[in-house]
């Protein structure tokens, strides 16, 4: 089974950035798809991005060009770099494992000024 964790959210200001990682234990991930979804407040669960086991990356249209999703297997860690944030991105982040449905606790990011 793995063990997801994300650390890096906080409170940041319109136009910031954010760096979220997600560490995995119990099993190596560098087999594995990974990628992240956010909730906001009161709304359903929206997924973010996506990077393959080789590396592949997908976006929501609503991110792309202002988020990368990467991944160091050596380190057992994926990462969601956040550029030029907005209020629209806040919420709870979560980072998931694609084939067998693991996901971490997440990780509050609250854009305002």
């Known amino acids: 089974q793995v063990q997801l964790v994300e650390s890096g959210g906080g409170l940041v200001q319109p136009g910031g950035s954010l760096r979220l990682s997600c560490v995995a234990s119990?099993?190596?991930?560098?087999?594995?798809?990974m990628g992240w979804y956010r909730q906001a407040p009161g709304k359903q669960r929206e997924w973010v991005a996506r990077?393959?086991?080789?590396?592949?990356?997908t976006y929501a249209d609503s991110v792309k060009g202002r988020f990368t999703v990467s991944r160091d297997n050596a380190k057992n860690t994926v990462f969601l770099q956040m550029n030029s944030l907005k209020p629209e991105d806040t919420g709870v982040y979560y980072c998931?494992?694609?084939?067998?449905?693991?996901w971490g606790q997440g990780t509050q990011v609250t854009v305002s000024s």
């Open positions: 998931y494992e694609e084939s067998f449905n693991f």
């Open positions: 119990g099993s190596i991930i560098s087999a594995y798809h």
């Open positions: 990077i393959t086991n080789r590396g592949a990356t």
